[in-house]
């Protein structure tokens, strides 16, 4: 008799285990129902065409209607310090454009500061076949990154840096001389307005 019940007991077992992955099947399924009803709603019902970032939608000629679709009326907020700044050195905006956070603009900066990294740049310089820099005062040559490292590789990577600067007029700080952000600043390179 012990050994009838043992199959009885397993096969109860078995039952109970069946009910259970259906129970949880059933839960899962009702989830997944849930989830789906919840992304349908926060799903957007815009047209394609106005997938684009405001700033792009503001230089064509029905923007003020597609914006004022998709914007509720606020009253503005001044501009932030940062913002009128790159207002100010910004290239390319449409007339009357505020700039806002969030916009994309092209900005055009008085200076590029470029450091120990400049040699494999001006070997791609070199590479395409350049033979002169379009602005030469931008450029900013700092070395600060590596100055410990006296190996004779370093030491030739740095030489090079100074005679490609040399020739081409670039303005070029040498290894000891300062920390690049530093020398910016103290050489009067690095602030708003510099060469208004």
Not at 71 to 79: E, G, V
Not at 99 to 109: E, I, M, N, R, T
Not at 111 to 129: E, Q, R, Y
Not at 174 to 183: E, K, L, M, V, Y
Request: with cysteine.
């Amino acid at each position: 008799m012990i050994v009838a019940r043992r199959p009885v007991a397993l096969n109860a077992v078995a039952v109970a285990v069946a009910q259970l992955q259906f129970q949880t099947l059933i839960a899962r399924s009702a989830s997944l129902f849930l989830a789906a009803i919840q992304f349908r709603a926060y799903t957007s019902t815009l047209p394609r065409g106005q997938y684009a970032f405001p700033s792009q939608l503001e230089s064509t000629l029905n923007a003020t209607a597609s914006l004022s679709s998709q914007r509720p009326s606020a009253p503005t907020n001044p501009q932030t310090l940062t913002e009128k700044i790159v207002q100010r050195y910004s290239v390319g905006l449409s007339h009357g454009k505020v700039v806002k956070a969030g916009d994309h603009v092209g900005l055009a900066p008085h200076h590029c500061m470029t450091h120990d990294n400049s040699w494999p740049v001006a070997l791609k310089f070199m590479d395409i076949g350049a033979s002169k820099i379009h602005d030469n005062r931008q450029v900013v040559m700092p070395l600060d990154h590596d100055v410990q490292n006296k190996s004779e590789t370093n030491l030739r990577k740095y030489r090079q840096i100074e005679e490609f600067a040399g020739k081409h007029g670039v303005d070029f700080y040498p290894a000891g001389r300062g920390i690049g952000h530093q020398i910016m600043i103290e050489e009067g390179e690095d602030f708003i307005g510099a060469h208004d």
